[in-house]
């Protein structure tokens, strides 16, 4: 059973930094791209990165996003800087999957407020 789960999230002041951690399990979490998205309150998801070997973002993620993994701990992690009360949403990572199916965690919680 493909399962990821999300952490590391909460309520941070602006201008700090924050790393999400996603733990992957029931798949070979080394041989998938892995990706991290987020959903601001109304608004629509939105990419913020992936890496299958080196991370890439979409042009509007580029400068305070850092994504990482490490394969033998099956983690992925998001890094945010220089947090911005934008930047306040749901987190969520995914594994895409022609195959057998996109999978998503449950998601974790970014709050940035002074």
């Known amino acids: 059973q493909v399962q990821l789960v999300e952490s590391g999230g909460g309520l941070v002041q602006p201008g700090g930094s924050l790393r999400l951690s996603c733990v992957g399990s029931g798949f070979d979490f080394s041989s998938y791209t892995m990706k991290w998205y987020r959903q601001a309150p109304g608004k629509e998801r939105e990419l913020v990165g992936s890496?299958?070997?080196?991370?890439r973002y979409p042009d509007s993620m580029k400068g305070r996003f850092t994504i990482s993994r490490d394969n033998a701990k099956n983690t992925v992690y998001l890094q945010i800087d220089s947090v911005k009360p934008e930047d306040t949403g749901m987190y969520y990572c995914?594994?895409?999957?022609?195959?057998?199916?996109?999978?998503w965690g449950q998601g974790t919680q970014v709050t940035v407020s002074s």
């Open positions: 995914m594994r895409p999957s022609y195959l057998s199916g996109d999978a």
């Open positions: 890496i299958v070997s080196v991370a």
